[in-house]
């Protein structure tokens, strides 16, 4: 039952704008699902979910990982406030950001969960990321570029 009922929460939220969890469990008990405040915050907790800017200013839930909301505005925006270049050495991604915008970069880069890196770290205004080969980073500088 809890897989169920945690994947219809996962479909309405990727089809509706759903900023609280009274409007999800109002909307889950309507299809079929007898839940709790409670039960919907432990779901929430359980899938990962987090809240982002809505199309009309309204706060939203989204799930981490999905492809279409790791690509979410808010991820883009802070790659390109924070980008200013990207090089690669060999399968070492280098991407040069604005002074102390690293690690905010950084971390929305990790947010769209590119399978092709292995991991990064971050200073202050360079990321390193590992790669898993060298046509794959050249892809991936690709994809950043196009993205900004």
């Known amino acids: 039952m809890k897989g169920l009922r945690q ?9 509706n704008e759903i900023g609280t969890q009274e409007e999800l469990a109002e909307l889950l008990c309507k299809s079929g699902f007898e839940v709790t405040q409670a039960t919907v915050s432990r779901d929430i907790r359980e899938l990962g979910l987090t809240k982002v800017a ?11 990982g999905s492809r ?3 690509l979410s505005d808010k991820y883009i925006r802070v790659l390109k ?26 971390a929305a880069i990790d947010a769209m969960d ?5 991991g990064s770290i971050a200073g202050d205004d360079t990321i390193m990321a590992a ?12 994809k950043i570029r196009s993205l900004v």
Do not use: C, H
């Open 81 to 106: 406030d924070g980008f200013v270049s990207v090089d690669m050495a060999q399968n070492i991604l280098v991407i040069k950001t604005v002074s102390g915008m690293a690690m905010a970069v950084a």
């Open 54 to 64: 809505g199309s009309m200013g309204n706060q939203k839930y989204i799930l981490i």
């Open 114 to 118: 590119f399978k092709e890196i292995v």
């Open 131 to 142: 790669v898993r080969t060298v046509p794959e980073t050249r892809s991936l500088m690709e």
């Open 7 to 15: 994947k219809k929460l996962i479909e309405l939220i990727e089809n």
């Open 68 to 70: 279409e909301n790791d």
